[in-house]
């Protein structure tokens, strides 16, 4: 696992200084370099005296006595017995009869070995490594096997062979709908820990810069406001100002999105699709790693990740990750520290059975800017550099989240499983803080200071659970999930604001005087607001598959949902909504043209609930709406490379519009009326995976198009400001080959098309922003890298709430990224 570390540049100069952690880090490094250049490899062959027992266990011994490390998903060798291993081996000898009749190999990596699939061609791993004594021994026993998650971490692959964003293990060509995955070894070969910089890496999707310093991340136009944490939905987002949602990925194996209508997975989803967290799971050998990061803007950080086996059987493993990140900003005054703290557990109560417990607590704080800069009242941007802080020299924040998993797999035998998971959390924000916004005339004036006071405190609970089977029926194979979950929201928010008139863009005061809560609710102009959110849903939901034919196979599903919103203020203000028993059916075919092939189309229905009123006081009905999709998938080179190209369409109705002719009757304003119709359509397309020897891609394009098809103020413009009609996410790495096999070279783009103001008054420019990396598998434990990020300097706006007065954010500059890995014999 590479987490990058970043050398710091500046258009003018580069700085590097090094903070006591980070150099401890980079310290302990180059002394476990300098160790492997004095004993670098095990001999050739060793002699093993490893007794029969769990395969986890054994595999760890044989990995310590042999002075090699090696990645296990701890799922992949749960109830696994080996008859073990006695007399001398070579490495890879040895493993393969540990591994006889498991279905599993032993593969390379750079850094040491990972578990692999066997290939079809090879029946036992031992069969052409053991002797004729050793070919007699007992083969290993399958037991049980309880999944934890197809984990993509140690695999070294940009694609994965199995997804758990749908309800248990799928590939992809087996999802009839558009799926991407950001697979651990991506994520680290391009540095991202950031849970934005993660999702506007993947086909189609983009994370918008949000008024609070969290992300929203949007898809085919559509705002996807629940995520999944190890399937649990969770909702984000829901604060009374701004958008605050925010994720640290350094805990997370990989991040899965699948895009299209997502009710069945998290009920009144987005018809944008849905984005799934997968944690880390303890491994089944013992492992370490140590990460320095150094980079651009006075960037440093170190991490520590530990796993092991915590009993001689291996059914007891545990994991705690300790991470400290510490940055100023290309933005002047700009800083944070964060500490991402995580533990984790797995316990198999029997050869069926498993049982996982985690906890993770984020800090985060800093002084941070907010909505960015305004603009001309034309739309044209100011003469500043990127670098200006519209702050003052108090502003502050602090966000704190706690989050403990609890999750039970149980499989009855090798056809029917049980699965449950349950996620809390409690999340704390706080900021206090000076803005300079609206629109700048031309002779530069027009610009006031805000001060704003925020304190934001939410609870989050979740719980899901289900049932899956396969089963020989009617004369076809069949498989059903029937399921259920309940996710709650409750939050105590408030914030004060006040303005001041006769800022100065071009001369902003940092030092106005310090402000807090109590001091900007007390100004003449001051406002102050207290709110509480209470959202609860519930679902009940079930699917079945069935195999038609050889070739044809259909999906059928359907979820009855059940939605309460309540909004209140201490004045007695109440806005409440409620849906009850609503039914969300979707159907899927899939033909399998050859082994390697499939064509599919699915249809699904969506519903969103809506809080505005009619002219009656009564809740809008909830927005609905059909989705269609059609596409060819490939998975390919035995699974090392997956390909999809699929078109859709996505009509919604009932959407609130102003209605006008009620005149100001709902409150002194606008009411609204359920007439609005939006249609979202286009194309994507995607490769990733190893496509030739040593070069693993991802690529992926996206066409999209959103309108309004009925709106009295909006018809026939476009409805999602932020989409733009192009995408191409492209990333790629090339271990280089023969006696050059330590290095490896990587290279990728981000390029997008322009997009709009939220006013639709003024173009957001398009950008193409290019990255390089360089690495070096210096020895067996130590690795290098170096990230470039924005190579040739491109200034650029990023996707936001985009206005002429706010919201408007550079990209970051050209910087780099240093990253020191070492992985010690333990």
Request: proline share 4%; aromatic share 10%.
């Amino acid at each position: 696992m590479y987490a990058q570390v970043v050398a710091l540049t500046s258009p003018n100069t580069l700085r590097t200084r090094l903070r006591p952690l980070a150099l401890a880090a980079l310290l302990l490094a180059s002394a476990g370099m300098h160790a492997q250049a004095v004993a670098q490899t095990a001999p050739a062959t060793a002699s093993y005296n490893i007794p029969t027992g769990p395969l986890a266990g054994a595999l760890n011994r044989y990995a310590q006595q042999a002075g090699v490390s090696i990645v296990i998903d701890a799922a992949k060798v749960q109830g696994l017995t080996t008859a073990g291993l006695q007399g001398s081996y070579a490495i890879d000898d040895g493993f393969a009869v540990l591994l006889r009749g498991s279905g599993y190999a032993i593969g390379k990596t750079a850094t040491g070995y990972v578990l692999v699939a066997a290939p079809a061609s090879v029946p036992t791993a031992a069969a052409t490594a053991a002797s004729a004594a050793e070919r007699t021994m007992p083969s290993i026993t399958i037991v049980g096997q309880a999944e934890q998650g197809a984990t993509t971490e140690g695999s070294g692959s940009y694609t994965a062979r199995k997804l758990t964003i749908g309800k248990g293990e799928q590939s992809m060509k087996d999802i009839p709908q558009s799926v991407s995955v950001l697979t651990r070894q991506r994520l680290d070969d391009q540095g991202i820990t950031d849970l934005r910089e993660a999702v506007n890496n993947v086909t189609g999707v983009v994370g918008v810069h949000g008024v609070g310093p969290g992300v929203v991340i949007t898809a085919r136009g559509f705002q996807i406001d629940q995520w999944q944490y190890d399937g649990v939905p969770i909702d984000r987002n829901t604060y009374a100002l701004g958008n605050w949602g925010q994720e640290n990925m350094v805990i997370y194996d990989r991040l899965e999105v699948l895009r299209g209508a997502s009710g069945m997975l998290v009920g009144t989803g987005s018809p944008g699709g849905s984005v799934s967290l997968v944690r880390k799971r303890p491994l089944a050998t013992r492992a370490i790693t140590l990460t320095g990061r150094a980079g651009s803007w006075d960037h440093y950080g170190a991490q520590v990740d530990i796993s092991s086996p915590l009993n001689a059987e291996g059914t007891l493993r545990g994991r705690a990750i300790v991470d400290e990140d510490d940055s100023h900003s290309f933005i002047d005054q700009v800083w944070s520290k964060n500490r991402t703290l995580y533990a984790a557990l797995d316990y198999d109560l029997g050869p069926a059975t498993t049982v996982g417990l985690a906890a993770s607590h984020v800090k985060a704080h800093g002084r941070p800017t907010f909505i960015g800069l305004p603009r001309y009242a034309d739309g044209g941007e100011l003469p500043l550099p990127r670098s200006t802080f519209t702050g003052a020299d108090w502003n502050r924040s602090l966000v704190e989240q706690s989050t403990v998993y609890l999750d039970l797999e149980h499989h009855f035998n090798t056809q029917w499983s049980l699965k449950a998971s349950a996620l809390g959390t409690n999340e704390s924000t706080s900021s206090t803080h000076q803005r300079t916004a609206f629109e700048i005339k031309p002779d530069g004036s027009g610009a006031r200071y805000g001060d704003f006071s925020t304190d934001f405190d939410n609870r989050k609970r979740g719980i899901d659970a289900f049932v899956r089977g396969k089963f020989d029926g009617l004369g076809i194979a069949q498989e059903i999930v029937v399921g259920a979950s309940y996710v709650s929201f409750t939050s105590n928010d408030r914030y004060a604001r006040a303005w001041e008139m006769g800022a100065d863009i071009f001369n902003i005061k940092h030092n106005r005087p310090w402000q807090d809560f109590d001091t900007i609710a007390a100004r003449p102009m001051g406002v102050t607001s207290y709110s509480t959110y209470d959202m609860r849903q519930k679902g009940l939901y079930a699917t079945w598959n069935g195999q038609l034919t050889s070739n044809l196979k259909v999906l059928l599903g359907g979820r009855f949902s059940w939605y309460d919103f309540l909004y209140a203020t201490p004045d007695g203000y109440r806005d409440a909504t409620r849906t009850t028993a609503k039914f969300t059916p979707s159907v899927g075919l899939i033909h399998a043209l050859t082994p390697q092939w499939s064509v599919y189309a699915s249809y699904a229905d969506v519903f969103q609930p809506q809080t505005n009123h009619d002219v009656a006081g009564r809740t809008l009905k909830p927005i609905t709406g059909s989705s269609y999709e059609g596409g060819i998938k490939g998975e390919l080179l035995d699974g090392k490379v997956n390909t999809s190209l699929a078109v859709f369409r996505y009509d919604h109705k009932d959407r609130a519009v102003t209605d006008y002719a009620a005149g100001f009757a709902c409150d002194g304003w606008y009411c609204s009326r359920a007439s609005g119709k939006v249609r979202s359509q286009g194309l994507e397309a995607e490769v990733s995976g190893e496509v030739a020897r040593g070069l693993q891609l991802s690529a992926g394009y996206a066409y999209t198009t959103t309108t309004y098809l009925d709106d009295p103020d909006n018809k026939g413009q476009v409805f999602s400001t932020w989409t733009p009609k192009h995408m191409l996410r492209l990333w790629s790495s090339y271990t280089l080959p023969g006696n050059w096999d330590k290095f490896s070279v990587g290279a990728g783009t981000s390029l997008q098309s322009h997009t709009v103001d939220t006013e639709r008054t003024f173009k957001v420019a398009g950008f193409s922003i290019w990255n390089a990396r360089l690495g070096w598998q210096a020895t067996p434990q130590v690795a290098l890298s170096l990230n470039v990020n924005n190579l040739f300097d491109k200034r650029y706006i990023i996707p936001s709430y985009n206005t002429t007065g706010s919201n408007n954010y550079y990209g970051d500059p050209r910087n780099v990224q240093f990253t020191l890995k070492y992985t010690p014999k333990w």
